[in-house]
């Protein structure tokens, strides 16, 4: 079954999300040691800097493809006609709610990342704390920029392959989702 949103209640709310994210990489990864950042918890677990150089692999797959099907969406010869409810798909939700974080921040569920969006593990942690910022401003920057487009309308591709997309809606409550995710996981790697 899918959920229904206020289009506009969701786009705040995604942006306080994002907002949020930011301010996390900001007010405490950037601040913390390098050293910390690179420290992987136990064997084979992420480090804070790994967890978020595999967020910044992701959004370099989704921000690109969500910029390009919303200029071409504004760009063509009908005009975007927002709508005020914003429809989840059935399994865009199901991928959403499968990646939120619990309440205690650890996953609900676990899974094994795709090989192609492993982290690195000899990383500069200051550079990808940065990145991870950058792409946050411009998702941020998005979600203002979508209040015209129906979210429902426009399809994103997902990592898993052009065969499979979800509603532009979906994209952004499963890409923050995901970011939610391992900020938490990069948090506790950190402590």
């Known amino acids: 079954m899918s959920r229904k949103f206020e289009t506009p209640a969701l786009l705040a709310s995604l942006y306080k999300q994002v907002d949020v994210l930011s301010g996390i990489a900001k007010d405490e990864l950037l601040l913390t040691d390098q050293d910390l950042l690179l420290r992987q918890p136990a064997p084979g677990k992420w480090s804070a800097a790994q967890c978020l150089d595999h967020l910044n692999g992701y959004a370099r797959f989704y921000i690109p493809a969500i910029e390009k099907a919303i200029a071409a969406k504004l760009s063509g010869s009908l005009p975007p006609t927002p709508s005020n409810i914003f429809k989840s798909g059935w399994l865009g939700d199901y991928f959403t709610r499968m990646m939120l974080p619990k309440a205690d921040g650890h996953p609900g569920i676990k899974m094994q990342s ?78």
């Open 114 to 191: 795709p090989k192609a969006y492993r982290p690195l593990a000899n990383l500069d942690a200051v550079q990808v704390v940065n990145e991870f910022i950058g792409w946050q401003e411009r998702l941020k920057q998005l979600l203002i920029q979508v209040k015209t487009v129906n979210l429902e309308s426009v399809r994103i591709p997902t990592t898993l392959g052009n065969w499979l997309k979800f509603s532009l809606g979906d994209t952004f409550r499963f890409v923050i989702a995901h970011e939610q995710r391992h900020m938490a996981q990069a948090l506790r790697a950190k402590s």
